[in-house]
């Protein structure tokens, strides 16, 4: 044995355990992560750099401890702030701050076909993500916006669940309805569709609001309105496991309502006491009896339930996630119901080695609606002291105006709906790898909807004329999308540029029928066997239609930014419509934008507090298509009857002339905006200055006959202004360890005028154009506003009241002209004296949210209202009480201020009299969370319980219901309150979410 060998062996083998050992010696750090005002991060993660596996988590306390390496790196992060790398070089302690990210900044937007982040938006464009959604009961997805975005409209005008439409305005009116309406486009995960109340709230991810023309001109002849862009939620793309794992989500409510709003009408008992409360003007046809006729027809409260069960899950190349949501939501009537079940899957896969993208989206929704077949407003106004039912039991049958009774419709009559819609899509991508940033897409879309209505009276119905009798209507809707486009992005030297080209077919039918009949032998055929009639089919009737009409497009958009400082965007579409005249079936609709990043600049590193600071100016010309097909060609319409060789038959008549110049709408929109993020993100939001003039305005002007057949013409004269601004704000005034405050007001002022109704050149001159029609008692057909050259919309028309009544109780009106009577002496009011009352468009509209986090719980309280608007309460008026006998129930604050002389009793001309202030700030809703500290585990991820209450108190002078429902954004008649009973729901609900 070589000893010397041995001993140098027995010496290197020592060496390197020493030198393992040092390698491997531990250092142990202590220290605390805080964010910038000093208060502890709980749950700030500490991993070592070199091994990932290495790591620790902060305490209550912002504290960690972690043994690590001599000289290690560590990396300390947190969601929401940006993560540090740091060196250990041997310290014991090391205490870090960490700094807030703008998570808004680089949110990702959804725009026409594409998307950007936020820091890189030139338009007027707002996005509202899941987690700020309003919560609660929403019969459509717009309730989750309404007040949240500065210049969006929403109006829900009832509670009933089976009404599951909301009046919907972006900036007011820019438009009359002579055209597609007022309501905004809407795409659903790029599919401008028919219909959005088949999508469950809970499945939607986002909604962007295209607010001005710059966003909105790719649309072209659709985005007049402005465009809601719904984005629905889909599985994750993070995962780059070959095998990925499911969560399972479920997100769940049951609520119930009760009455939230009054009719104004009198009691029984306050009704006896009529001639009492007016000294003796108006008295009540007492018949002897106490009814609620009204309250007859309500449930104690309306129970709703709803559950949304999701699927999700990826793996390297694929990811899905697929729900399913039932909802059964009562109504505050007797009958009145809906039941509705959706189901929707999303999935994404990549194929070729990333060469090919698919994605498909299908959803299906079948619902049902049970109508309230009685009659509210009969109910309300009726006369109270009418029994329900005779002595024998049958039902009491009023006589006089209201011949109806509405408990008896209600036990007798039968009406309900069912419907389905069907939405699929397929979006292929191919990505160019030999060019980097160029993609080919291709995508096909359908949407397919139908509804059928079933009604019956039965043979022991009490009205003769309606008796035994049933039938059913059908209508369906297809619309089919193909849409190419190639898109390219690039960066080189701080330069970015992204372009979008494409052709776009969309292609829509309509058809429908119905029928119905009667003298049937039994209750049971009704609509089940229409045939199974009288024999002589006297009351048989038929009639269906069917329509069609095609949109075509080419676009093409750029976007560049040098270093996200400087930033243009320009656009332009050009788009064919069937719905067009012959000589104008085309129509070009540009854009262009730009935006400095002023908080970019060299000069700006040293302001301090300035987070962001943005100047957005931009520019677009949108369009609005025909409402409806064949408005440009000749109709012929069935014009009576004739004798040919013993056969009666149809003559057809002409009912409407041919325009081959009928083209759409055209809307010039300017837009200036400033978006800003001051101290350190506490403080952010935008702020927007908008012009609009809308030209070629359509309506229909009397023409002379001949050499046109038909006496009415829909042609393009018209022209209207609009103007406004638009503020939103978002402040964190409080954030600690425990605590934090979001406060988010928004407000938007918003001028209409219409300019002009006419064109002389043309032949097309202006007529008085009155609107407002009333309904209702002792006023029916009396018009109360005016379309007019000069004023805006809802611009209410008649006699100006002095505040003063004559001896014999009939409201004094300012005699505008100062014509007299040659003998009395007295002021004669005639048409002259009528003048501009006051405008049913508000001042102002306002929301305002404001949410507050402790610990795992959460609050958030909502308000929203409208400044400075003009409503007619028609119930007011129609029912107001009458001098001597009053046969019908009375409107009861009237009957109150005829007793106190501040009132008097039903007016029949119109005036400010009847009109009133319908401002008003409402509580929207609160909502009260609790997130449930669950121990880390393999079953439950995350567990938040709520509770909510809906529509809490809405604060106004109005007298009317409720304010809140009465819609500004109809052309005819905004401002009127008809008379619409239906009340608005209060609602109070436990709901849960749950991921697994």
Known sequence: ??????????????????????????????????????????????????????????????????????????????????????????????????????????????????????????????????????????????????????????????????????????????????????????????????????????????MDVLKDGSAAAIYGTRGTNGVIIITTKRGSTDSNAECGTANLEYAGYASFSINGSKTGMATAEQYKDLAAITNNVSKPADKGYETDWFGAQLRDFAFTHNHNLAISGATKNFNYRGSVNFKNAEGLTQTTNRQEIMAKLAANQKALQGWLELQYDFSYMHYRNDYNCGSLNNGAILNPTFPIYNEDGSYFIPTGTVTSNPIADNDLKESYQEGNYFRGSVRATVNIKAVPGLKVTGFAALEEGDNHNYWATPIEYYVKGDANKAGLSTSRSFNQLYEATIDYTGQWNGHSLALVGGTSYQNFWYDGHDMSNGGFATNNSKYYDLGAGAVDKEDMTVGSYRNSNTLVAYFLRANYNYNEKYLLSASIRAEGSSRMGANNKWGWFPAVSAGWRISGEDFMRDAKGVDDLKLRFGFGITGNNLGSDLKSVELLTKGGTFNSHGTEKYAFTVNQNANPDLRWERKFEYNLGIDYAFLNNRLYGSIDLYYRNTKDLLWEYKVPTPPYQYDRLLANAG???????????????????????????????????????????????????????????????????????????????????????????????????????????????????????????????????????????????????????????????????????????????????????????????????????????????????????LKENKYCQNLRVYFTAQNVFTVSSYSGSDPDGINTTSVWDPGIDHIDFYPQARTFLIGANVTF
């Not at 992560?33 to 991993?47: K, L, R, S």
């Not at 305490?59 to 992060?77: C, H, Q, R, T």
């Not at 402040?731 to 109704?757: A, Y």
Request: net charge negative.
């Open 1 to 206: 044995m070589n000893v010397k060998k041995s001993r140098k062996g027995l010496l290197l083998a020592i060496l390197s355990i020493f030198f393992c050992a040092a390698g491997f010696a531990q250092n142990s750090v202590t220290g605390t992560v805080t964010d910038e005002f000093g208060e502890p991060i709980i749950g700030a993660y500490i991993t070592l750099a070199s091994d990932s596996k290495v790591g620790t988590i902060t305490d209550f306390d912002g504290n960690y401890e972690i043994s690590v390496p001599a000289s290690a790196k560590l990396i300390f992060s947190y969601t929401g702030y940006e993560s540090q790398t740091l060196s250990t070089a041997g310290k014991a302690t090391l205490n870090v701050t960490l700094k807030e990210v703008s998570t808004k900044l680089n949110e990702v937007v959804a725009v026409g076909y594409g998307s950007q982040k936020a820091k890189e938006i030139t338009s007027s464009v707002a996005s509202v993500k899941s987690e700020d959604f309003n919560p609660g009961v929403k019969e459509s997805p717009m309730g989750l916006l309404q007040g949240k975005v500065a210049g969006l409209t929403i109006i829900r005008s009832s509670g009933d669940p089976t009404n599951t439409g909301y009046a919907v305005q972006i900036r007011g009116t820019s438009t009359l309805d002579k055209g597609a309406g007022t309501s905004p486009l809407y795409i659903v995960d790029g599919i401008p569709v028919n219909s959005i109340d088949n999508i469950a709230p809970e499945d939607i991810a986002s």
């Open 719 to 933: 022209e209207m202004t609009s103007m406004g601004i638009e503020l939103a704000i978002t402040g964190v005034p409080v954030r600690t360890k425990n605590w934090e405050w979001t406060s988010t007001p928004t407000i938007s002022f918003n001028q209409n005028r219409i300019d002009k109704l006419s064109d002389p050149d043309l032949g097309f001159n202006y007529e008085t154009t009155w609107a407002g029609n009333l309904g209702g008692n002792k006023i029916n057909g009396t018009v109360t506003q005016l379309l007019t050259e000069g004023q805006s919309v809802g611009t209410f028309y008649g006699y100006q009241w002095t505040g003063k009544f004559d001896e014999k109780g009939n409201c004094i009106y300012v005699n505008q002209d100062g014509n007299v009577d040659e003998v009395t002496g007295e002021a004669i009011i005639d048409d002259n004296d009528k003048v501009v009352l006051g405008s049913a468009q508000p001042l102002f509209t306002f929301g305002w949210n404001n949410t507050v986090r402790y610990k795992n719980w959460d609050l958030s309280l909502f308000f929203r209202g409208v400044v400075g608007n003009t409503a007619l309460n028609v119930s007011r008026w129609a029912y107001a009480p009458a001098k001597g006998s009053n046969g019908l129930n009375v409107y009861y604050s009237e009957a109150v201020g005829i007793g106190e002389g501040s009132r008097t009793y039903f007016q029949k001309d119109f005036s400010d009299y009847y009109l009133e202030d319908a401002s008003y700030l409402k509580l929207d809703n609160i909502t009260l969370g609790y997130k449930v500290p």
